[in-house]
């Protein structure tokens, strides 16, 4: 049997990248065969290159998109005064170039850098099958399928997008959807060379699977290797020069529809969705064999003609979306505040400041990932660094182990959920709903699960205090006679921070920056009370050493993700110009913290370009899939289908939501939201639920759909969240981290079922905010 995931292993990047290749690049096993150890090396050298170069576009990214901002507001506030005159001398006004370049950008970050993901083993693939296999087994699939998978894929895409390159070049295409009209052809060279780059690498892939299964089986693989050669450059040749390989005509009069495969093309989308299917759960890179899928039976249903035609078209679509470049963006600054230790300097200080209350632990793991989860949408690295803060503590002062691993698991989901969750920036273009909706729509059910989680957690600690005493004398800071007061005072404060960011945010102080300078006005005078009552202390008070740490870990990033999601909110920024002035505040945060380092800084932007290449590509190729399967017209048959059955809407959505839990367990929230919610869309949309516009009701169906998922993250047996727990906590038993997380998917199940039948739990925001 194949090794189960070492949880030691896992990287806490993010819950997508599970095992990462152990090898560095260009390594390769000394007893590979003598020919394929240098062509090995070359390639993984050549795609390690590709990516480190192509990571530093982040940096001209944020710069570009940051530039507009303040150029556009300074424009805005001068000429509020009347300074017209010189706001156009100081250069300051909106800019026609930003808004293409920061695209272009962003769809060069992940086609160009593909082949260098792959090399790195970060291509997302369901392997809870495929793990347990003998490696002689899993050599041999992964040798099969890239061979009659992947290969004759990234050919027929490399080849398809150098003519569609090449006619952008020739005929000097532009933009048609922006003032400045740039020319499309520098951004659109990045399919062919990120295609090839991607068909390169296949051949170490697959020299890596000959010598993992064995030199007798790699013998016989070898044997058949010129023979595959030839009849793929066969293929090819038809394909692409029919004249002067004319099988296309034979094939399609033998096997196409009018052939021995004459079969209805809604008929052909359910066997292709059976394919993909069963190939996902094989355990291949889902993102590879869509394309193939797509490539197959596009042809199959329609023309090759066409499944080109679609394969490049909705791969520029991805690559020149505004919506999705916040995706790199808004995985950057998470990453880079995690760099910072914000999270760990804020864990300390609320388990000091609640040390004399049950539970104390409960309340500092579920306030800390809430506030995580609002800076970055990762749940790998929030399980990850919760469970080394908070495991050891919570083990030495006798807590609950079951409790405990449930709420750090469960904590750590939030991420999925809060804004900016990059699922929701995801989801937003699959549902045709704005982004800043679904921001609006997930604050309150996120709040409220955190809310229903500490409640859960402190309510079991009230009936069995056992399950989370009080610290222990030794861990409990000190603190002045009035320590109530102390809590009282800062809370206090803080709460006035808040409503002075909000005010600001919705409606300004009527100067320039007042939205900023008087929330920093306001911290400097808390920061001077604390300090004069530190020094003084009038009467015996004031305030200890834990508020400062406190201060310092939850002020600064709390400040950072309310200007970032603020203006998102309110309609000052997109999600793109949010996430890039978030990422530049990160690495500013890091810099006042005395954490920032050039290496530091390029592992975040070599890390963001590995989740954001797994997370894109498969974008990409999941729109080509979706566009194949619905020009079959198999959605619309489905649809039909079970709006003739005799159920309820209200049936058939549960029916909906049980199948995305189902799935939530083996598979990830990618493929899902990327591959069944845009099968499931027009069933939705049909239904009569009540709704007064279609808007809210994907709104609505959006959160239900995000929650559902954060619930199939608590699911035993497949669940990542426990291996990443268990990887940074041995002494915890496997089996009490699945009984642990199984009591909070029942909370998750609750909240689940409130905002069903409560819909106005996501919807209202949003639409307060509209009416107001």
Partial sequence: ???????????????????????????????????????????????????????????????????????????????????????????????????????????????????????????????????????????????????????????????????????????????????????????????????????????????????????????????????????????????????????????????GREGLLDVDKPIIGLIMLAAMLFAIFVGFPISFTLIFLGFVFGTWGANFKLATFLMTLQTNSVMLSDQLVAVPLFIFMGIVMEQAGLMERLFQAVQMMMSRTRGALFIAVLFVSTIFAAATGIVGASVTILGIMAARTMNKSGYDVRLAAGTITAGGTLGILIPPSIMLIVMGPVLEVPVTDLFRAAIIPGVMLAGLYLLYALGRCWLNPNLGPILSPEDQPETSRYYLLEVVLVMASLIVLMWLITRGITTGYGFFFGALIVPLAWIGVMYGVYTWLHTAKPGGFYFSDLWYEFFMGLVPPTVLIAFALGSILAGWATPAEASACGAFGAVLLSMLYRRFTIPGLYDALIKSLEITVLIMFLVAASNFFGAVFSNLGTPKMLTELLLSLDMSPVLILMLIMAL?????????????????????????????????????????FAILVAVNLQTAWLSPPVALSAYFLKGVVPEWDLRDIYLGMMQFMVIQLIGLILIFVFPQIALWLPNYIYAN
């Avoid at 007798?216 to 290797?225: I, S, T």
């Avoid at 189902?662 to 709704?691: A, C, H, K, Q, Y």
Wanted: net charge negative.
């Fill in 1 to 255: 049997m194949a090794e189960e995931v070492i949880p030691e292993e896992l990287d806490i990047t993010d819950e997508l990248i599970a095992e990462r290749r152990a090898e560095a690049p260009g390594q390769t096993p000394e007893d590979m065969t003598d020919w394929q150890r240098p062509i090995t090396a070359t390639i993984d050298v050549i795609n390690l290159w590709a990516g480190r170069i192509i990571c530093l576009l982040m940096i001209p990214l944020i710069l570009a998109i940051v530039y507009e901002v303040f150029s556009r507001n300074m424009f805005a506030v001068l000429t509020q005064n009347g300074m017209n005159a010189q706001a156009i001398a100081w250069g300051f006004g909106p800019t026609l170039w930003v808004y293409d370049v920061s695209r272009m950008l962003g769809g060069v970050l992940f086609m160009a850098a593909a082949g260098y993901a792959l090399m790195r083993g970060v291509h997302i693939r369901a392997d809870f099958l495929y793990r347990n296999w003998s490696d002689k087994t899993q050599a041999t699939v992964d040798a099969v399928l890239y061979q009659a998978f992947y290969i004759p894929a990234m050919l027929f895409f490399t080849w398809v997008s150098a003519e569609y390159w090449l006619k952008a070049f020739v005929s000097g295409e532009q933009a048609s959807d922006s003032t400045w009209a740039p020319l499309l052809w520098p951004a659109r060279l990045a399919m062919p060379v990120g295609a090839f780059l991607l068909l390169i690498q296949g051949v170490p892939e697959l020299f890596r699977a000959f010598h993992k299964m064995g030199p007798a089986r790699e013998a016989r693989f070898l044997k058949v290797l010129p023979y595959y050669a030839v009849a793929l450059g066969i293929v090819t040749g038809a394909v692409f020069f029919p004249d002067v390989v004319p099988l296309a005509d034979w094939w399609t009069s033998a096997f």
């Fill in 660 to 700: 995305i839990f189902l799935l939530g367990w083996p598979l990830e929230w990618v493929p899902i939201v990327l591959i069944i919610v845009p099968i499931l869309i027009p069933t939705v949309t049909s239904l009569d639920l009540g709704f007064e516009n279609q808007n809210d009701l994907l709104i609505w």
